[in-house]
Structures are given as structure tokens and as C-alpha cells.
């Protein structure tokens, strides 16, 4: 048995934001997962019986204070793999998000940006790319 990560969570006092800006900026299918003892978000990347490599997740609410900025990073962060870094820059701020660490080379792998959502949740954007540098 291999102890691979099969889920994440995004955390977000505003759910139905956050979903909003995650299926704007990267076409994921979610759906609010009817339960009448929490509120949870569920999380397709991929569609349903896809090969692609990837986990699914979901999103909860919040259960403390959002991130103010500049604090250093605390948890695990995701990173999406992406056809196009700079195409995806733009969605995350058209959508309201922030871009943390500007696009970077990884030399002779990929192109990698680290941006926030419009709750201060940090995730990275990885295209591949062996001409980077």
C-alpha cells in the first residue's frame, strides 16, 4: 500500500466564493454536497472516470480567522498543473485572486507561480516545460 494524498481541502468563510473563484479559473465541476450537519463543497478536477493523474477535493468552512498576508505558509500547499502559467495568472486575478510569487523557472522542467485566492489560501501553478530557464 502506498500512502499517497487522495483529498484536499480549501478552507473559506465564504464557500460559495471560493467555489466560484476556483471553477472560474480552473473549469473544476463543484457541487455543494447536501449534508445537514456541515457545509461542504465537493470537488471534481478531473471528470468523473478521467486518467489523468490528480486527487479530488472539497471545500469547508473556515474554522478560525483568514490569513492576513505575509504570514509565513503553515500547511500543505497544492500545486495545479497548467497548460499555461501566464494564461492562469490572469484568470486567478481576473477572478480576485493574487499572485504571491511571481512565474519562476524550475531549469529544464517547468514554469511555477505561487498565487492566492480571495481568502488568502495559497496554491501554486506548475506547467511543464523543459525550455524553462
Not at 494524498?5 to 480549501?10: A, G, R
Not at 472560474?24 to 454536497?33: S, T
Not at 486518467?51 to 500547499?77: C, D, H, L, M, Y
Amino acid at each position: 500500500m502506498f500512502n499517497r494524498v487522495v483529498h484536499f481541502e480549501i478552507h473559506a468563510a465564504n464557500t460559495e466564493k471560493i467555489a466560484k473563484f476556483y471553477s472560474d479559473v480552473f473549469q473544476w465541476e463543484i457541487k455543494k454536497w447536501e449534508n445537514p450537519n456541515m457545509e461542504y463543497w465537493m470537488i471534481m478536477t478531473a471528470p468523473e472516470g478521467s486518467k489523468e493523474p490528480g486527487i479530488n477535493g472539497g471545500i469547508v468552512g473556515r474554522q478560525g480567522a483568514a490569513p492576513k498576508g505575509g504570514e509565513p505558509v503553515t500547511s500543505f500547499v497544492s500545486t495545479i498543473q497548467v497548460e499555461n502559467v501566464d494564461e492562469h495568472i490572469t484568470k486567478v486575478i481576473a477572478a480576485g485572486g493574487k499572485v504571491t510569487v511571481p512565474k519562476m523557472a524550475i531549469p529544464g522542467l517547468a514554469w511555477l507561480a505561487y498565487c492566492t485566492d480571495p481568502e488568502g489560501n495559497i496554491f501554486g501553478l506548475y506547467e511543464e516545460n523543459s525550455d524553462a530557464e
